[in-house]
């Protein structure tokens, strides 16, 4: 993860100098849903460098969470493991809750098989009972801590969409400032031609 993150920031931030020759701001919009700020500066808007900064910030904000999150994740890994006997586990979010709302695979199994569900009960391989109260708290504190912080990171995934929708809707803006309509009239026998042009 850490390694794709940095890959990722690199490319952007090789996009930088590549905005330093001014485009053409042809498919300006297309351009800043691609990167945010890359239509503006096709207009020469100094507001490409919020949009651009933004986008930066961003990515730094989510990577450090993921990575926060990974990290996190090992960590709740190797408490398990020490303080609830747990040596293999499944690749399932909902298997992770269920190690901190029951103090041992026995109760789980019992809860489950009163709740009549007996096919939410899992492998005696994924067996766990925490040595103590104090532990399985602090295993919940943990697993919590974990999940607040991909929340975070699912946040930040929703602003790279409203910085993608901000910069198409300045871009639009620009494009509307850069419309010129021109007029011009011409004398002609009984009357006249009115001439209306539009540039962008």
Do not use: C
């Not at 794709?4 to 485009?23: D, G, H, K, Q």
């Not at 900064?53 to 709740?76: H, K, M, V």
């Not at 199994?109 to 009960?121: A, H, K, Q, S, V």
């Amino acid at each position: 993860m850490k390694r794709r993150f940095i890959t990722l920031l690199l490319a952007l931030l090789i996009t930088v100098p590549a905005l330093a020759e001014r485009s053409s701001s042809k498919h300006a919009l297309l351009k800043s849903i691609v990167l945010p700020g890359w239509g503006e500066y096709s207009y020469g808007s100094g507001s490409a460098y919020i949009f651009l900064g933004t986008e930066i910030a961003l990515w730094a904000g989510f990577g450090a969470l993921r990575y926060s999150a990974g990290t996190q994740d090992r960590d709740l890994i190797s408490y398990t493991r020490l303080h609830a006997g747990m040596e293999s586990f499944p690749e399932n979010k909902q298997y992770w809750a269920d190690l901190g709302n029951y103090d041992s695979y026995l109760d789980h199994r019992e809860t489950m098989l009163e709740n009549r569900t007996p096919e939410r009960i899992w492998s005696s391989d994924y067996s766990w009972e925490w040595d103590s109260g104090a532990a399985s708290q602090q295993y919940r504190e943990l697993y919590r801590k974990k999940e607040l912080t991909l929340l975070g990171a699912d946040f930040l995934i929703a602003g790279f969409i409203v910085n993608r929708v901000a910069s198409a809707i300045n871009v639009k803006y620009l494009e509307k400032k850069h419309m010129q309509l021109s007029a011009f009239a011409s004398p002609a026998r009984g009357g006249g031609n009115l001439y209306l042009g539009l540039s962008f």
